[in-house]
Structures are given as structure tokens and as C-alpha cells.
């Protein structure tokens, strides 16, 4: 769809499967947290910043180490 210049508005909620899907994230809770590529958006920092604390999905997945 992105080559035909559509833009796809996703609410996701299975952050361990977020990088392989989409390109772009907007982290949101109750305030705009970050938003852009996911490789540099998605990150530890921020989603304890959406979050708080820890995710204990993201130790299991790898993408946080313990």
C-alpha cells in the first residue's frame, strides 16, 4: 500500500511483533511519547517512557536484556 501512496493507521498491541511489521510507530499514553522509523523510535527508553517500569515481554522476546 505505501508504494501506492496510502498510509495505513494501525492500533497494535503486541509489542514483540512491532519491528517486523510496520516501518514507522507513534508511542502514545495519554501524550505523544515518540513517533517515526521504528528502528529508532522503538526503543527501550521510550516504551519505559509509554510504559513504565519494565516489560517483562521484551526480556522473553530479546529486545530488552536482563
Known sequence: ?????????????????????????????QRLIACGDTEVTFTQENLAKAYGGQLPILHQTGMIDS
Open 1 to 29: 500500500m505505501a508504494d501506492q501512496g496510502k498510509t495505513l493507521l494501525v492500533v497494535h498491541h503486541d509489542l514483540s511483533s512491532v519491528q517486523t511489521y510496520f516501518d514507522q510507530v507513534i508511542l502514545l499514553n
